[in-house]
Each structure stands twice: as C-alpha cells, then as structure tokens.
C-alpha cells in the first residue's frame, strides 16, 4: 500500500509530539471531542437537515451558539475562509471602496480578486514587541473613509495583540460603513481572563475559527451576523456557493462540543498551568514577551533566532506553531479539569532542552514595509519571473506572503520600491519561507 500522508501522521504521532500549536483540542487531549464517532461521518438523510437550508436539528444547534444575544451564528465547515469570502462577495456591488487594514489574512485579498473589488489599504501600528501590524493608524482611518462601503479588520492579530477595535468600530458605524472582523484568532474570547470579542462591540459581521484556539476539528468554524447588518440573505447564498454541498457533520458536531466547552469553561486551571510553564521557560533562560491574549507565547532567547528555537523545541517534540526571526509562537492549550495533555511531560521536556548561554543579538534595522495603498483586484495576464534584484519600478504580479503567519506584505499591483526589495532580501537572508517567492525571483506585470 502506497500511503505517504497515512505514513507520514503515524509517524508523527509514534513520536509522541506535544501541541503547541492550532487546533485547539491539542492532538485530542483538550475538551470533548472523544464524544464524535467516527460513524456520525453522515450526510443529509432524513432526519439530519441540510446546512445549505437549516430547519431541523442544524437551525437548533446553531442557535444554542448564543455567544450575543444581537448575533445570529451559522456553521462554517469550510473554515473562516467561507466567512470572509461571502461578506466580502455581498458587497461586490455596492458602490464604493473595500477598506483593508494591511494585516488582512489572505482569503480577504482572494475574495477581492474574485469580487473583482477596489480597495484601499490602510497604514497600520506597528508593535515593538512583535513588530508585526497591530491596528489601522487613526489618521489613515480618517483620510480614507470616504466613500468605503465594507471595512475590514484584523482582531487579535496572529500574534494575540489587541488594539482599540471598540473605537474603530464605532468610527465606520458613525460613518455608516459595516465592519467584518475577522476574529478567527478569537473564539475564546471573553472567557474570563482573556480579551473581549468584538461580538460585545457592534461589528456588524464577526468571523471565529473555532477550530484554532477551541476544541473543535479543523476547519471548523463560525461566522456570527448581526441581526441589524445588511445584506444577511445575500451571505447566505455565497456561503452556500463557497462551501461544500456535502457539510460534514463531524466538523458540525465538533462545533457543538467545541461551544458546550466554552460555555462551561472555568480558566482558573489554564491560568494556574501557565504560570508554572512560564517558569519552567523562563529557568531555561528565554523569556517570554506578554501579549494581551494570555493563550499565546511569544518565545524569544538571547542570541537566538526564533527559528533556531522552533528546532531546539522540535528536538524534544513540542511542536510550536511559528517561527520568525526574532522568536517562536506557542498557542497555549486551554487546559481544564481532567484534560488529557501531557503537562507535565512538556515541562520535562522543556527542563531537558539544550539551550546554551549565548549574548543577546546588536539590535538590527528590520525594514518594514507599511504605506497606505490600493490593492488592484485585477487579473494580471502577462506575467515574467524576474531576480529580485532587477525589481526596482516594476509592478509585482503575485502577493507576497510570508508563511506562517500568511499574511500578504506586498501585493499583486503594487510599484516594487527599494524598501520592498529590501525586505525581500532581508527574508531570503533570514531563510523566511514566502509564498510568491522562489529561489531570489519574483513575478512581474510583463507590458
Ligand atoms: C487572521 C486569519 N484569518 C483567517 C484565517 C483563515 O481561517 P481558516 O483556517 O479558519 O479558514 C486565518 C488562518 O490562519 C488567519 O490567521
């Protein structure tokens, strides 16, 4: 039997790997999932209902996704991706602008291209701490608002910080523009201890990946509709184009189980859990740059760069669920009473890693590439691949996204300035895999 993927996992898990990354249920030792049978792999025979068109047993368990009395919520088993390619679609022929903050996950540029939308990007905030892009730059907000007919915002960002998105959001809706935020990195928020969601905020469309930092199977996830906010009808007919005709109840019931764990989630043992992991780091001689989402971790170590730690983890089989150049990301567990993780087992491994004393790095000039901008939608026929080298004035041709956190830095249509060709460099140098790059070349607009 030729079974290379089947292989590969089995693997995998022979090796006994600890989670640290998305999804939330942590290789199966998180929440409630032991209660999905694999037999409950059904499809819509009688009795079952059909997502497509909820009117049984489906519209019952999406309604016991109370999270805000104000919001409908409707399963998505195609991820958060479905969520945001369906907005993004309904407003395809509204008159005006799509408005993107620059952190924007990749689905959001994907559904512009096919909403064939025009849009303006906005200048961001960079954090110290992380030195990604946080929230949109209030004088950017300001001069580009006229005449936007969606806007669309990142909240947490990838690395679980937060920014003002209450005073975002009451700004579009003073200017009659509906937000969609995408809060993919958010499901559990509002538990106690953790950051609000944007569902007690007013956002006319809120997009959680439950599947990420809740017990619930991958791609599962749910898209949360104000009951105020336009367009409702017409999202659901792009959900139904966007996802698959044949919705899996396993990810549906995960979604369930996923829900009954957050309404019943007490944090009291997660909180007491990471404060003795972050002892545990922190004797080893890293440190930890807290965020406002206590699930994540940022890791970093003096004179190390996060993707040599992302190894020294990898040795002991902890599993991270990034690495950049300056540190490594941990999605903590949500551990709870008699959870299945292998806790201590992870702080053995941790004590056991072979980290050596080493001086911290000079501080280096990290170019930065964040100017407000318009993203072309349009479909860019004839196309070369050309050295990066040679990219000064031309006009890229694919995004470039760096992978993980996949966030497109630089986009298709945008004029390739010195600072772009710096930073490219600078990710070739650093070895930072990025999607549109490939052995020092680029695809440009061939006139
Ligand atoms: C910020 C953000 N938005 C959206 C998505 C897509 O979510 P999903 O994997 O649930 O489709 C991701 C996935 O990594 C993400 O990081």
Known sequence: MTLPLTNRLNHLLNKKPISMHVPGHKNMTIGYLSALKMEMDMTEITGLDDLHQAEDVIAQSMQHIDKHPDYDAY???????SGILAVI??????????????????SVFHALDLAHGSSRLLKMHISNKTKQYVGPDESALKTQVVKAKLAVFTYPNYYGECFDVASTIKYMKAHDIPTLIDEAHGAHFNLT????????MGADYVVQSYHKTLPSLTMSSIIFIHKQAPLRESILKYLSYFQSSSPSYLLMSSLELAHEFYKTYDSKVFFEKRTQLIKVIEDKGMHIINVDDPLKLNVQCDGYTGIELQTLFENKEIYVELADTNQVLLVLPLWHKDDQFPFDDLLMRIQGMDIEHRDPFEETYLPFYNEEGIYDSREINKIKKISIDEAHNEILATNLVPYPPGIPVMLKGEIITRNMIELMHYWRNHQIRVEGMKDNKIEIKDE
């Open 89 to 106: 679609q309904s407003f395809a022929k509204v008159k005006g602008a799509y408005l993107i903050a620059r952190n924007v996950h990749k």
């Open 193 to 200: 201890g953790f950051p609000k969601s944007t569902l007690n």
């Open 75 to 81: 399963f998505l088993v195609n991820g958060t991706t």
